[in-house]
């Protein structure tokens, strides 16, 4: 029995107490002695969310619990006897046996995952039984305790409203926790990599080079400038190039000119390119785009590479378009009225003012996206992998390859690595670079934003 099922069976349970105390709170209300505090269906949720909620959490931790149960269950049996000391032949074989007792695999290449298989069941299988005795003896006393609270003087609607906030404020720690966890796990490996290599040669060295052995006076081959220049070269220099004056122009295009027909078309069909994978525009970059940029360099009598960062950064604008229009257009509309009225009034065209109005009194909204569209594109690196290549040049062609810290973090991470190596390492220290200057550009994106709703509202 799974855990699903398990969960199932508790809300079924919860549905039950729901249905009983919303009863017994309808009698109370039809007495007619007492009027009561609350209405019965706050009653019924009252004892519903007790006899759910302390069931689930307890399957929530039995979730990683039973795992553990289960592997010493079966470790502990006499058929475990015959497994191999070799740790990593060990867990093939107890994955194994453990994919034969659940039914994902149907055939075992191993004997003793065969003998182990029926002992991996029985663990499952008692365990499984056991978390249901479990989880339903925590609904039932959990109900039960809350139904014998219930009284017409039983303030039921506060209640489940504290219990609803603190489950609201419990959904909102998750997303906290989660960032400090990703921003501890960067910090740690980081701090461990900055033991290796020195943190003046890494963030201001020209040369990168992670294939290179560390030497103790010499350089580490871990100068990651060629790697940041081409982020903000790519992602912040030619992306923008393209998606300012594309974004910005569409914007005022669908706010001031387009018709409202017009608009209700043409919205969705520019923000539909913020749904489309990004290895979609790989794809275009490197089939399409690349070799038309190589082309046309060699035809202006550069040095062109079918991998460039104008290819790259190119596409990359095109997709992150909407991010910039979007902004715009709820900034250029969110400009009163009344200022445009005024501008008219005096005698102004349509043009100038959007030019002299609406455009400077939307401006921080439009640096707000604009800074979030940033933040999106040296993130990327799907487009990067496929259309601008992997070598480390420290260059201003637009023609040449370059590459970014995103790529590279893939680069290091991908195959089989020793993870206390330098190498290994340097992908943590590139992403807490990363993670730094990704939130910063947020951050004042959001203050933008929000000085701009300030000045409006």
């Given amino acids: 029995m799974s855990l699903g099922v398990i969960a199932l069976l508790v809300l079924g349970f919860g549905f039950i107490a729901w249905l009983s105390a919303k009863a017994r709170a309808a009698a109370f209300a039809g007495g007619g002695r007492q009027r009561p505090h609350s209405l019965p269906a706050y009653h019924g949720w009252y004892v519903a969310l007790w006899a759910v909620v302390p069931a689930l959490i307890f399957l929530a931790f039995w979730a990683f619990l039973s795992d553990r149960l289960v592997a010493d269950a079966v470790l502990s049996s006499p058929q475990a006897a015959a497994l191999p000391a070799i740790d990593m032949q060990r867990a093939a074989i107890l994955a194994e ?39 339903l003896l925590l609904a039932f006393a959990g109900g039960a305790w809350a139904y014998t609270r219930l009284s017409p003087n039983f303030r039921a609607r506060t209640r489940v409203e504290r219990i609803v906030m603190a489950l609201l404020l419990t959904a909102s720690l998750i997303a906290i926790l989660t960032t400090l966890g990703i921003f501890l796990s960067l910090l740690f490996e980081t701090i461990r990599f900055f033991s290796m290599v020195s943190p003046g040669e890494f963030l201001f060295g020209t040369h990168w080079s992670p294939q290179t052995a560390v030497q103790p006076g010499e350089p580490s081959g871990f100068g990651s400038i060629p790697l940041f220049w081409g982020t903000i070269f790519i992602g912040a220099i030619i992306a923008m190039i393209v998606a300012i004056p594309l974004g910005l122009m569409s914007a005022i295009y669908l706010t001031q000119y387009a018709r409202p027909g017009l608009r209700r078309w043409m919205k969705p069909m520019l923000e539909v390119l913020a749904g489309v994978p990004t290895v979609v525009y790989g794809y275009f970059a490197a089939l399409t785009v690349a070799p038309a940029i190589r082309d046309l360099g060699i035809s202006l ?157």
């Fill in 97 to 135: 046996a453990r994919g034969l007792a659940t039914g994902a695999v149907g055939a075992a290449n191993h004997a003793e995952a065969s003998a182990l298989a029926p002992v991996y069941a029985g663990a499952i299988s008692f365990y499984a039984w056991l978390g249901l005795a479990i989880a």
């Fill in 301 to 457: 009598g550069f040095a062109a590479s079918t991998e460039s960062a104008l290819a790259a950064g190119l596409v990359m604008g095109v997709m992150i378009i909407p991010f910039v229009s979007s902004m715009a257009d709820d900034s250029i509309a969110a400009v009163p009225q009344a200022m445009r009225d005024g501008s008219l009034a005096m005698g102004a065209t349509r043009s100038e003012t959007i030019r002299k109005v609406l455009v400077p009194a939307a401006l921080p909204g439009v640096v707000g996206g604009v800074l979030l569209a940033v933040s999106r594109a040296i993130g990327e690196t799907m487009i990067v992998v496929m259309a601008a290549g992997l070598a480390a040049n420290l260059t201003a062609n637009p023609f040449a390859s370059v590459t970014t810290v995103t790529t590279q973090i893939v680069q290091l991470l991908t195959g089989d690595q020793e993870f206390d190596s330098p190498k290994t390492l340097a992908a943590f220290a590139l992403g807490m670079v990363l993670f730094l200057v990704t939130l910063a550009l947020n951050i004042v994106a959001l203050r933008v934003v929000k000085k701009y709703r300030e000045a409006y509202e």
